[in-house]
Each structure stands twice: as C-alpha cells, then as structure tokens.
Nanobody
Framework: VQLMESGGGLVQAGGSLRLSCAAS????????MGWYRQAPGKQRELVAS????????YYADSVKGRFTISRDNAKKTVDLQMNSLKPEDTAVYYC???????????????WGQGTQVTVSS
C-alpha cells in the first residue's frame, strides 16, 4: 500500500492550503483515513480523521473550525482543507490510513512520506 501526498507548501498566516492523499496498491478495504502532523521537537499528533462511513470525524481542538477533512471511498483519497492558517500549524503533515491488504489480514496502519506545511507570520 502506497500513500501519495500532495499540496504542502509555504503560505502566509491567514491563508489556505489543501492537502491530498491517494492510496494505491493492493488494499481491499479502508477503515479510518486521516492526517497527523509533527512539528520540530514535538510529538506527532492526530489532526483530523474520518471513519469509513464519513459521518464520524475527529478534529484536534487546535484546528476545529479551521480545517475540514473529506474522503472519497471510491477513489481511496482523503483531503484536508486548511483555512485561517497560523504559524503554529507549521509542521510535516502525514497521511494515515488503516486498511487491509487482503481479507485474511487484520487492519494495519499505513503512512505517507509527509508533506511540509510552513506558515509565515
């Protein structure tokens, strides 16, 4: 399973970015899809996630009201729309998927390579 991320970059405070992640390879089912981030010197933290039914979502308190997660189960993609960005949102953002490679496997976590988001003040 490969996760390809795109959409990171440099933006001024108050601006917007949209991150996209596409899963490819052999995967028969996907459970949760989401985004984590890791700032320098800090632990990786969950930013947002969405369950398979797309009605159960989680947002970190620090991004509620500013970030929106969405997914397309048919395309195996998950996006993160980030608005009103702040310098403290600066981090490497990682796509995270829990899925099965075959029906005989238990669901396992997969990670993207990470995409840098830098918000200047």
């Amino acid at each position: 399973v490969q996760l390809m991320e795109s959409g990171g970059g440099l933006v001024q405070a108050g601006g917007s970015l949209r991150l996209s992640c596409a899963a490819s390879g052999t995967i028969v089912s996907i459970n949760a899809m989401g985004w984590y981030r890791q700032a320098p010197g800090k632990q990786r933290e969950l930013v947002a996630s969405m369950a398979t039914n797309s009605t159960t979502t989680y947002y970190a308190d620090s991004v509620k009201g500013r970030f929106t997660i969405s997914r397309d189960n048919a395309k195996k993609t998950v996006d993160l729309q980030m608005n009103s960005l702040k310098p403290e949102d600066t981090a490497v953002y990682y796509c995270h998927v829990v899925g099965r490679r075959t029906w005989a496997n238990t669901p396992s976590p997969y990670w993207g390579q990470g995409t840098q988001v830098t918000v200047s003040s």
